[in-house]
């Protein structure tokens, strides 16, 4: 009976331990953020995204909420994360391509943090739900999160961002890339405390309503090719953050991210919203996304040591045996 009761638990467990493995796979190590040479932090990240993304989504089903409120929520992870865990946002980059500052201006890195608040709400949160919920169809409506998983995820999540903190700013930072103590100027965390709340409030007690008019399912093919595209375009806007080309226009490359963000928040949400999109179409969607994450990144890797280019190799080549494996059990289902 005990073993028989262990497996049930762990069984009705699986979803939420999936979600908080891919939540820091999808966004840091399949694209090679976290590489071989520095999988010590994994752990960290499997409590901070993972037990985030785990929280963010057991809320929204256990509110019967929508995708939105899931982004919503997904964007105070990410507000946490880069003003107040880590405050890659705030601080000086460490990695500056061609030696210049770029994109700087009242204590803030405004293009990264544009980069990182839409990429840390999709790619830790939205993504990895998405997958995980076309793995357990059938519990995609369950909040996977018992009181006693909360209160254990919680804790793990505030031990976590604990070590992120300090591993970061206090030893990363000033010992690692050897630059100068930074301490977040007052205004910006209580901006950043003030935009949590509203985030919070908003996803929660004034969920946005889906879309009224919805547009026709394209084939499966064209959610696939604007995923990959869109990957590609926001890992460029990452490199341009790090002042790849001190010279191009900053505020040209906002108003570029920008226009990209409003065109797939117009698009993607309406044809969802349409009766003949399917779960072929989410698969395309994060297949294309994460196909074209992994390959683009490879352009980071040069002259990389080798254990961690061969880490990238495997890993990603194990991610779409992974993919290919659940696109046929999606095409069986559909």
């Known amino acids: 009976m005990d073993g028989a009761a262990q497996q049930g638990r762990l069984a009705r467990a699986a979803p939420a331990l999936l979600l908080a493995f891919l939540a820091p796979t999808f966004a ?57 865990i880590q405050q890659t946002s705030l601080a000086p980059l460490v990695i500056r391509l061609k030696g210049e500052t770029w994109a700087r201006a009242c204590d803030l890195n405004y293009v990264y943090a544009l980069w990182a608040l839409v990429y840390e709400s999709v790619w830790v949160v939205l993504l990895p739900t998405l997958t995980v919920e076309m793995i357990f169809p059938l519990r995609r409506r369950e909040p996977w999160l018992s009181r006693a998983g909360a209160v ?10 604990c070590f992120a903190w300090f591993t970061w700013t206090q030893i990363a930072r000033t010992q690692v890339f050897h630059q100068p103590p930074f301490s977040p100027p007052l205004p910006w965390v209580a901006a950043a405390l003030a935009v949590i709340l509203s985030l919070i409030l908003a996803a929660v007690r004034f969920p946005p309503r889906p879309p009224l008019r919805t547009l026709a399912a394209p084939p499966p093919l064209l959610p696939a090719l604007l995923g990959a595209v869109w990957a590609v375009l926001w890992f460029g806007l990452v490199v341009l953050a790090f002042g790849i080309a001190p010279r191009f226009p900053p505020l040209a490359a906002v108003a570029a991210a920008m226009l990209v963000v409003c065109v797939i928040l117009a698009v993607v949400p309406r044809w969802a919203a349409d009766a003949r999109w399917s779960k072929r179409h989410d698969y ?5 996304s994460l196909c074209g994450s992994m390959a683009v990144s490879f352009i980071a890797f040069q002259g ?3 254990a961690d280019l061969w880490f990238k190799i495997i890993v990603d080549c194990l991610a779409v045996a992974g993919l290919a494996w659940l696109g046929r059990r999606v095409l069986r289902r559909s």
């Open 28 to 84: 840091e190590v399949l694209p090679g953020a976290t590489r071989f040479s520095a999988l010590f932090v994994f752990p960290i990240e499997l409590a901070v995204w993972g037990g985030g993304a785990v929280m963010a989504r057991a809320l929204v089903r256990k509110l019967g909420l929508g995708w939105w409120s899931l982004l919503l929520l997904g964007l105070v992870l990410a507000v946490a994360e880069e003003f107040l």
């Open 152 to 161: 254990v995820t919680g804790g793990l999540f505030f031990v976590g961002c």
């Open 284 to 288: 395309a969607l994060v297949a294309g």
């Open 304 to 306: 990389a040591a080798p």
